[in-house]
């Protein structure tokens, strides 16, 4: 099992755009997460397959949240630093959205992915 922590409001891919010169383009706040997260999981073990993803969000308040959209942008920063081949159905097997409620003084996420079926470990 790998076990991520990525503290801080995760936020949300989907509702990060701007639209610049008539494109829609992502905002600078979603980037900088990304790119400030990125250092937490860089040269982390890469997946091509797995069996499954939890993702256990903790909030920092109690302001209307849609974990969706949380998750995407989870998976994605996952995806862009390889450590998940793909975030599709195929590649990801079972994905569990959990909230943990809020926590204002350690909010963020935990992510466990299971490798194989022969990972004990995995927390369901």
Request: net charge positive; hydrophobic share 35%.
């Amino acid at each position: 099992m790998i076990f991520i922590k990525i503290p801080g409001r995760i936020p949300s891919k989907r509702n990060s755009r701007s639209v610049l010169n008539g494109r829609l383009v992502t905002n600078k706040k979603y980037l900088d997460w990304c790119k400030v997260n990125s250092y937490l999981v860089a040269g982390m073990k890469r997946i091509e397959k797995a069996e499954g993803v939890r993702l256990v969000f903790t909030f920092p308040d109690k302001r209307q949240t849609d974990l969706t959209n949380k998750a995407e942008s989870v998976m994605d920063l996952l995806v862009s630093q390889r450590i998940l081949s793909d975030d599709s159905w195929q590649k990801t097997g079972t994905i569990i959205l959990e909230s943990a409620g809020v926590d204002k003084y350690n909010p963020g996420v935990e992510i466990y992915i299971k490798e194989s079926q022969d990972d004990e470990e995995y927390p369901f």
